[in-house]
């Protein structure tokens, strides 16, 4: 049996306008799929859900595990004023990896919220898609932390970042 998140559980972490799916619905699961999320992930997605800003950039999954996450996001409409990748576009990527895995590793029993991210830019990129691969590197009671490397489509280095999420377990 799947825990369930109480109202209070909800309200205590969501803002009261966030959506809070009770069901999966079609169309919930379409858009899951359309992002590249495997069917075994949808249940606990359905409640967290992926993310506005996740979705407005382009994000697309291609390996989803608390050990590892790996997603594609288009330079094209995520670029600063400069025509190169905007690096808060690195670290919205970042984020959202290792967020999930942590996410992830945290289900059904409780949820990740971050604690602290950081970005090192190494290099451009103008075009193309940028892949993430957040790697564990330590997924605790309490704490997950994740190497996040963004790469081009050359496999070049473009960014590293680290995340820090604490994990909350539900309340019982």
């Known amino acids: 049996m799947t825990s369930e998140p109480s109202s209070s559980q909800r309200s205590s972490f969501f803002p009261p306008e966030a959506e809070y799916a009770e069901e999966l619905t079609d169309e919930r699961r379409a858009f899951l799929e359309s992002a590249g999320v495997p069917p075994e992930h949808h249940e606990m997605l359905k ?68 604690v602290d991210i950081n970005a090192t830019h190494h290099r451009s990129a103008r075009s193309g898609l940028v892949r993430g691969t957040a790697t564990a590197v330590q997924l605790g009671r309490r704490l997950c932390s994740h190497e996040v490397v963004m790469t081009d489509e050359d496999g070049r280095r473009l960014s590293t970042a680290r995340i820090t999420n604490m994990v909350i377990p539900f309340e019982r």
Do not use: C
Request: hydrophobic share 45%.
């Open 47 to 114: 409640h967290w859900g992926l993310g506005p800003l996740g979705v407005k950039m382009g994000l697309r999954f291609e390996e989803i595990s608390p050990e590892r996450m790996v997603a594609t996001m288009p330079v094209d409409g995520n670029q600063q004023v400069a025509g190169i990748l905007h690096g808060g576009a690195h670290v919205v990527l970042a984020e959202t990896l290792g967020s999930m895995a942590a996410a992830l590793h945290a289900w059904p029993h409780g949820y990740a919220v971050g």
